[in-house]
């Protein structure tokens, strides 16, 4: 399987944007690329709305970007902002890892043409994503490159380097760290974060601007940014 795979240190630090924004790169440079999120939650919570802003819920701007739909993305839709698990039991749902397995690689296209596949994890690695099956535990059976997202600011070092070590122990391929949204004029404190991040964490750590909103010529030039093609590549 041809991809990435984008985590973060925890939920809203921009992991949905930085993927967007790979997306939109991609196909603009002529990948065929498509967007999964095995679950998305939080649909029907009124502060988890109003906290998106300008934005779109994930699966439905991935798909935007993707020229999907939005079920194509995110066969998992919960009301309940909580971690899957939780949320599909709220509903009376059992959430099966073999066949969100089954849907990322019939997205890969793996017994056709091969495509690129963008997948975004939910919330961190450590968060169930079934009773006794975490989003580690997803990421590693889709073996794909990992990208990090993490905040600029204050604790980021912490959870940065907590999460780096997480996926190395379970012996994913960790590409970079993306501080995001990265702003204009970082102060000391972002500045010595992201070299602090780097030394300690032996990666590197790359930043992503703020994006206005969810234009796709925007996020095209936010991505472009990104080393993504390395990133792509295998060993």
């Known amino acids: 399987m041809r991809g990435l795979f984008v ?8 992991k949905t944007i930085l993927c967007a924004a790979l997306l939109a790169a991609m196909s603009a440079d002529g990948e065929d690329v498509r967007a999964y999120k095995p679950a998305v939650t939080g649909l029907e919570d009124q502060a988890e709305i109003t906290a998106r802003g300008r934005w779109p819920a994930d699966h439905e701007l991935l798909a935007a970007v993707a020229g999907m ?16 698990h939780l949320a599909a039991q709220l509903e009376g749902r059992r959430i099966e890892p073999a066949q969100l397995l089954d849907a990322a690689h019939r997205l890969a296209g793996a017994q056709t043409r091969e495509r690129t596949l963008i997948v975004e994890g939910v919330g961190g690695l450590l968060v169930p994503l079934a009773e006794d099956y975490t989003i ?10 990992v990208v990090i997202a993490a905040r600029p600011g204050l604790g980021t070092i912490n959870h940065s380097l907590l999460t780096l070590g997480h996926a190395r122990g379970a012996g994913l391929d960790v590409r970079a760290v993306v501080l995001t949204p990265w702003p204009k004029e970082p102060s000391i404190l972002e500045r010595s974060n992201r070299e602090t991040i780097a030394r300690l964490g032996r990666t590197e750590v790359l930043t992503l601007a703020p994006i206005d909103g ?4 925007a996020l095209a030039r936010a991505g472009e940014s990104l080393p993504w093609r390395r990133w792509l590549q295998r060993g």
């Open 214 to 217: 969810p234009d796709r010529r």
């Open 7 to 14: 985590t973060a240190t925890d939920t809203g630090v921009g």
């Open 69 to 84: 739909e939005p079920d194509e993305v995110s066969p998992l839709r919960f009301g309940a902002a909580a971690a899957p």
């Open 136 to 145: 580690c535990d997803f990421a590693a059976a889709l073996a794909l490159p």
